[in-house]
């Protein structure tokens, strides 16, 4: 896969990062993953599906922040289209344009928050954004199990992501212990 950006198309991926930072102002994790997914892969083809969803995969499991997943996208994408110095810039590109935004909405945003944190209208707000986060995590948990979408074939994967769901919603067992499950089974050719 190897083309040229042109000049437009790196406006275009600036300006879709740009955008899509405001929506993760204050949880960024993963809630974007889906429109991402749908612009790189989908509309510009710019991406596989397995190079996006390695992206994610390699950077939840690394140390460090969890959009990382936006320099490895960014990387990916200048990889197939230009090369070495293509995947720097694309990655500097990306990352830039994600997180500037919603930092400097975010840090306004808190500290006039931190002032009025004690007004009805703060309290009410807080409180809707957490079941819109949620909604968008599990949209980004859905696109990700999308290429396991046989459930005759994969049903172990499904069984194990809703375990895995459950006990960390229910329960206080640290993720990396998770994790290290998940790796184990899959050494192990079970999943």
């Known amino acids: 896969m190897s083309w040229q950006l042109t000049l437009s198309d790196w406006w275009y991926l600036v300006w879709h990062f740009l955008s899509l930072s405001l929506l993760t102002v204050g949880s960024g994790v993963l809630i ?4 991402i997914h749908t612009f790189l892969v989908n509309n510009k083809h710019w991406l596989t599906e397995m190079q996006f969803n390695s992206s994610i995969t390699l950077a939840q ?8 997943y936006i320099a490895l996208l960014g990387w990916n994408v ?4 230009s090369g070495w110095i293509g995947a720097f ?3 500097m590109t990306s ?3 994600m997180l500037l935004p919603s930092s400097i909405v975010t ?13 009805r209208i703060i309290r009410a707000f807080k409180a809707g954004m957490s079941p819109i986060s949620t909604a968008l995590l599990i949209a980004t948990g859905w696109l990700l199990m999308r290429p396991y979408s046989d459930m005759q074939s994969d049903w172990p994967l499904w069984c194990t992501t809703a375990i895995t ?3 960390v919603w229910h329960t206080r067992i640290h993720l990396l212990l998770l994790l290290a499950a998940g790796a184990v089974l899959g050494a192990l050719n079970i999943l």
Do not use: D, E, F
């Open 32 to 35: 974007v993953a889906p429109q």
């Open 61 to 68: 499991t690394a140390p460090g922040p969890n959009m990382l």
């Open 78 to 81: 200048g990889i197939n289209a």
């Open 89 to 91: 810039v694309a990655m």
């Open 95 to 97: 990352l830039l344009s």
């Open 107 to 119: 840090l306004a945003a808190t500290r006039w928050a931190h002032k009025n944190r004690r007004k």
């Open 165 to 167: 769901a459950l006990l």
